[in-house]
């Protein structure tokens, strides 16, 4: 059974860097899109962006010249970047597997993470 | 960025009794290569991650009992729990990926009455 466990700070000030970590166990993280998707408390959901097993990635418009996502397959983990952050920025962060029932990233998300909150305050 | 709308916004049902709420894309999720709807429904908890019910607008994901059913088409689409059970209380979320970047309605809030 896949699992993915997100870490990294609870805490980071405004205009800092969010550094979050998703660890996938029991299944390998190549040849498939990891995506980090957001919630803030009592809110809808917001996709960040996804990244591909082979390194190549895909952010949101609305977050793109914030964001950075790096995957390193050796360790079966991904990683999110989000700079010069603000209040709004709080919110769960979950990272989670696109579903292999394409050949590209058209699938939903059929693993999640438990999701960590981030809360953006000096 | 495709919109969308979910409706309505809360809803409360008897135990037993049927459930059913919307969602609206501002645009076709429908591929005519492969005949597909590229529509997610998702359930959420407190304190939890959604969970994948029914991806392709009408496909029940593995585990997913079947009293869960969604249906429709291009932009019009709507999950039914056919007989509500006290687990099922929990805000529903519909998803496309159709295109990029995938968006989610707002969520429907499942109660019961």
């Known amino acids: 059974q896949v699992q993915l466990q997100e870490s990294g700070p609870g805490l980071v000030k405004p205009s800092e860097t969010l550094s979050l970590t998703c660890i996938v166990s029991?299944?390998?993280?190549?040849?498939?899109?990891w995506s980090w998707i957001r919630q803030p408390p009592g809110k809808g959901l917001e996709w960040i962006g996804y990244?591909?097993?082979?390194?190549?990635?895909n952010y949101n418009p609305s977050l793109k010249s914030r964001v950075t996502m790096s995957v390193d397959t050796s360790k079966n983990q991904f990683s999110l970047k989000l700079r010069s952050v603000a209040a709004a920025d709080t919110a769960v962060y979950y990272c989670?597997?696109?579903?292999?029932?394409?050949?590209?990233?058209?699938?939903?998300?059929?693993?999640w993470g438990q999701g960590t909150l981030v809360t953006v305050s000096s | 960025d495709i919109v969308m709308t979910q409706s309505p916004d809360s809803l409360a049902v008897s135990l037993g009794e049927r459930a059913t709420f919307n969602c609206k894309s501002s645009?076709?999720?429908?591929?005519?290569?492969?005949?597909?709807?590229?529509l997610a429904w998702y359930q959420q908890k407190p304190g939890q991650p959604p969970k994948l019910l029914i991806y392709?607008?009408?496909t029940r994901e593995s585990g997913v009992p079947d009293r869960f059913s969604g249906s429709g088409s291009g932009t019009d689409f709507t999950l039914t729990i056919s007989t509500l059970q006290a687990e099922d209380v929990a805000v529903y979320y519909c998803?496309?990926?159709?295109?990029?970047?995938?968006?989610f309605g707002q969520g429907t809030k499942v109660e019961i009455k």
């Open positions: 998803q496309q990926y159709y295109n990029t970047p995938p968006t």
């Open positions: 392709w607008a009408s």
């Open positions: 990244i591909f097993s082979s390194g190549s990635t």
């Open positions: 645009q076709s999720v429908f591929a005519s290569s492969n005949n597909k709807n590229y």
């Open positions: 029991g299944g390998s993280i190549s040849s498939y899109y």
């Open positions: 989670a597997r696109h579903a292999p029932y394409t050949s590209g990233w058209y699938d939903p998300f059929d693993y």
